[in-house]
């Protein structure tokens, strides 16, 4: 069957990022960027570079270290500040575009924006004619498109596209549409707008009622031919479209949309992990595509038509979208070649020596553990990454726990670059409570535990604990990860990852 490619566009650092507690540091965002790179997707929307210097910096970064591989994407209101400052922060990009976009629905244009019809077309065309001095690579959103009244927004995709749009994206902004009211949304433009054909019709959609991986897909049917999306499907309040979502669908249903994607979907797993350790934002785990239980099959009868057949109960090969599961890996009998060999398959590249400090911890784990899966590796592994920015290590703790007794905690931490060990105890609600007040008083901050997870990283009763903690220090979120087999130690790794963030950013803050 002939098919067509459609554009995949991310926007995980973009409307991601507006995730509640999701922010990122520019150095994680130009690691998300990599690995979106690697993913192979058609345009990275980087930023909203007028929101904030840190913005800016972070398109301005990503422009000039990717926009020679891929499209770099600026997102800007119709106002000429806006348009400016992604203009700047893109020009490093060799393909940029800037995303300009306004608002249409009745809704908003009374009650946010205040203004008529015809001002709204007049500041959109403005918005896309100044955008062309920096690029011919523009696309317009009208928001809330999916509330807009349909002859209104003909009307404004028409004179977008005149001024020079060359992606018209429809967003559903607030995640209202179901699949037939969005099919019939695109189906409409794409009859009734004259110069349609001049642009490239995108769809934007929010997944409030659970529906945003469906609407896009109908809008597709429809004749969309780029879907905006995010990894993990993050994005504002219930998010967006999940992009390992729609680009599975795609490729497993190709016999149904007749279209491809340019995905190297064997990345999409390692890149949920990444986002997910970055954002601090826990993948649930019957998520479709990239949840740890995708591909577990639990009832006996699925396990015996997968022995017969997998494709009795299997659509998808987990190897095709890169998933870690529970293969049996290795003992503690197994030597350092095995260990390095498995870290690079699993798509890792760590040097000597933190091959060396994950190999010694997976000798203590094997020792502890039976049985020691892919998933227990990469859990230590992602435990380390960007840890040599911590100021305080935990040296050693005690905790005294139990009925009838007050819960208290002593740690022993150290400073970066000192030698002297600082103790100190306190008492809590529960050991884990106790730790986290002690932790806080060596370094002398105070947070909010605003988000605390614990899951096990495979099966069994010896399985390796990770927690994620989400604080609040200052108004502002931090986020930290840890393992262990004792989830007291986990949480204590934890918490002190978020202490450190917190730390890191109130120094950089005072100079
Ligand atoms: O949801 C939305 O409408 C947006 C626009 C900026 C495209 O994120
Ligand atoms: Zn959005």
């Given at each position: 069957m002939s098919s067509e490619t459609i554009t995949i566009f991310d926007t995980t650092l973009r409307d991601g990022e507006q995730?509640?507690?999701?922010s990122m540091t520019t150095e994680e965002k130009l690691e998300v960027a990599k690995a979106l790179v690697e993913l192979g997707v058609d345009v990275i929307e980087a930023g909203f570079p007028i929101a904030s210097p840190g913005d800016f910096e972070a398109v301005r970064k990503i422009a000039e270290r990717f926009g020679d591989q891929t499209v770099i994407c600026g997102l800007a209101r119709c106002r000429e500040e806006d348009i400016t400052r992604a203009g700047e922060a893109l020009k490093g990009a060799a393909n940029r575009r800037i995303h300009v976009f306004l608002a249409t629905s009745a809704i908003h244009r009374e009650?946010?924006?205040?203004?008529t019809k015809d001002e709204i077309i007049a500041r959109a065309v403005q918005g896309v004619e100044q955008a062309k001095d920096y690029t011919d690579n523009i696309e317009f959103s009208p928001e809330d498109a999916a509330r807009t009244e349909l002859d209104f927004l003909c009307e404004v995709t028409e004179k977008a596209i005149a001024a020079g749009a060359t992606t018209v994206n429809i967003p559903d902004t607030v995640g209202y549409s179901t699949p037939t009211h969005f099919y019939n949304v695109i189906r409409h433009l794409k009859e009734n707008v004259p110069n349609i054909d001049q642009a490239v019709i995108s769809t934007h959609c929010h997944n409030d009622l659970g529906l945003a991986v469906a609407n896009s897909l109908a809008a597709v049917e429809a004749g969309a031919r780029q879907i905006e999306c995010t990894i993990n499907g993050l994005g504002e309040r219930a998010g967006n479209a999940s992009l390992e979502e729609v680009v599975m669908a795609l490729r497993t249903r190709k016999d149904h949309y007749g279209i491809d994607t340019?995905?190297?979907?064997?990345k999409l797993f390692p890149t949920s992990r990444l986002v997910s350790r970055i954002t601090g934002m826990t993948v649930q785990r019957n998520k479709a595509i990239v949840g740890q239980n995708a591909f577990a099959h639990e009832a006996g009868i699925h396990q015996h038509g997968m022995l017969q057949n997998r494709s009795t109960y299997e659509i998808m090969r987990p190897e095709d979208v890169g998933y870690v599961g529970q293969n049996l890996v290795l003992g503690k009998h197994s030597g350092r070649h095995a260990f390095r060999d498995r870290v690079q398959h699993l798509g890792f590249q760590l040097d000597e020596d933190m091959i060396q400090r994950v190999f010694e911890e997976f000798i203590a784990l094997a020792d502890k553990k039976k049985d020691v899966y892919d998933s227990d590796i990469v859990a230590l592994i992602e435990s380390h990454i960007?840890?040599?920015?911590?100021?305080w290590s935990l040296e050693r703790f005690h905790t005294l726990a139990g009925t009838?007794?007050?819960?208290t905690a002593t740690v022993e931490m150290r400073r970066e670059g000192s030698d002297e060990v600082i103790r100190d105890a306190a008492t809590g609600d529960g050991p884990i409570d106790a730790v986290f007040k002690a932790l806080e008083r060596v370094i002398g901050l105070e947070a909010k535990l605003t988000d605390y997870q614990v899951r096990s990283v495979?099966?069994?009763?010896d399985a390796l604990g990770e927690v994620n903690v989400q604080i609040e220090v200052d108004g502002e979120k931090y986020h930290g990860k840890g393992v262990n087999t004792d989830i007291v130690a986990a949480s204590a790794a934890a918490y002190l990852k978020a202490l450190n963030r917190a730390a890191a950013n109130s120094e950089s803050e005072n100079g």
């Open positions: 995730s509640p507690g999701c009650h946010k924006l205040k203004m340019k995905i190297n979907t064997q960007g840890e040599s920015k911590e100021q009838d007794v007050l819960p495979s099966s069994g009763k």
